[in-house]
């Protein structure tokens, strides 16, 4: 693969990505659309809207929506043998070969030779000798009940147990020592930490709150060890990609190392396909109508500020829906607005988002916004229990609804 012979730069910014529009090459690539086509070639520029492919000698001019991956480089090598698995806040996944944790932040050895150091406060869990396919489905289990505070996992082997006995202690994981060697860690009830030997652990899982500052991902970038990194902005610059994941953690990889780059952003659905697992809707026996799947309150097209969409919610205030997401999705997305086609009355009306009882959003919007429409993207990462409440700012609630367009979930 030729070395990009300028800089290509991505920025998202609520939805959109820019691109300089200065041509580079790659000598070899692998496109694959939505449309499920797949196309081999020499990429030979990028543009705010388009890639453009040399496939065979005929020019392919891709639109950049109907993207979903661009592989950089088709070898994938397999992950080492032993190595550790963490993961980040925003659900990036790092191979390494090595880590250590000395401070407040782990030092990591990759495979590609290359070091990064992450502070811990970006960690959501750490799984050590993760090579093996058993401990990975144990941990997956284990890390996806809900704790209230940190767990160290020691594994400990003797004569009688040689595969090793794992205990889970709860409590609240320290520094690490300077030397890599040592963590400390408070049990439940314990006025002083005790050093536990590095070596003796089996994982770590870190007791981190829903982040609601996290930004919008814009592609999975993928390396040729299978880590994964979720990444908000990345600049292709001479040999490094230079990645801003979700999280806010900055790093710089060289390009030879990088497999794919993932635009699909996973599986999504949408709340009008889902049914909620609970629903309360106005105290009025007369209106349990009131919410509404992919019609608008009047049973015709859901229509904001001039634009028509397919899939959405319609509710009256008050109408209070949870959806029990299972914590298998990381991104939720939809157009708040009031409906051109459905008539109401003046005052305003709230949309409050939550996930698992923390509020994620607050809007207030009032008919004078009529002509105005809402984009919301937060991070729903690890919520269990979404909750979509609409209602009244004052006690009179008959007339005041909203519309949720495309209300979807991505994983």
């Known amino acids: 693969m030729n070395k990009p012979s300028t800089i290509l730069t991505l920025v998202f910014s609520i939805g959109l990505i820019v691109f300089t529009t200065q041509p580079f090459v790659v000598d070899a690539a692998e496109l694959k ?47 080492p043998n032993p190595f550790s698995l963490v993961e980040l806040s925003d659900g990036s996944q790092i191979v390494a070969n090595t880590c250590a944790i000395k401070g407040d932040a782990i030092e990591l050895s990759l495979p590609g030779g290359e070091k990064i150091t992450v502070p811990t406060n970006k960690i959501s869990w750490v799984l050590f000798k993760a090579q093996v396919a058993s401990d990975r489905a144990t941990w997956n289990e284990r890390i996806s009940k809900k704790r209230k505070r940190d767990v160290v996992a020691i594994l400990k082997k003797d004569a009688d147990n040689p595969e090793g006995i794992l205990n889970l202690l709860e409590g609240t994981l320290g520094k690490g020592s300077d030397d890599g060697k040592t963590m400390e860690f408070s049990t439940v009830g314990s006025t002083k930490p005790i050093p536990v030997p590095q070596a003796n652990l089996h994982g770590l899982v870190f007791l981190r709150a829903l982040d609601a500052e996290a930004l919008p991902v814009l592609c999975k970038v993928i390396d040729k060890s299978k880590s994964e990194f979720l990444a908000a902005k990345i600049t292709l610059d001479k040999e490094n990609l230079i990645i801003k994941t979700s999280a806010g953690l900055d790093l710089t990889l060289p390009l030879a190392c990088i497999h794919k780059l993932d635009f699909s952003k996973g599986k999504l659905a949408y709340l009008s396909d889902i049914e909620p697992s609970k629903i309360l809707l106005s105290q009025d026996e007369e209106r349990l109508s009131a919410f509404r799947k992919d019609t ?45 086609l459905v008539g109401g009355i003046e005052g305003s009306v709230i949309l409050e988002i939550e996930g698992d009882g923390k509020q994620l959003v607050k809007l207030e919007l009032t008919r004078k916004d009529k002509k105005r429409d809402n984009a919301i993207n937060l991070s729903i990462k690890d919520v269990q229990r979404l909750r979509i409440v609409v209602r009244s700012s004052n006690p009179l609630e008959f007339g005041k609804h909203l519309d949720l367009a495309n209300a979807q979930i991505n994983k």
């Open 33 to 79: 659309t939505l449309k499920g086509e797949t196309i081999q070639g020499k990429i030979t520029s990028f543009t705010d809207t388009e890639i453009v492919l040399d496939a065979s000698g005929a020019v392919r001019k891709i639109p950049l929506l109907e993207m979903m991956q661009v592989t950089l480089e088709p070898t994938a090598i397999h992950p």
């Open 296 to 340: 608008n309150l009047d049973g015709g097209p859901l229509r904001i500020n001039g634009i028509t969409y397919a899939k959405g919610l319609a509710m009256l205030a008050t109408t209070d829906l949870e959806f029990d997401l299972k914590g298998e999705y990381r991104e939720f997305k939809a157009i708040a607005g009031f409906d051109d």
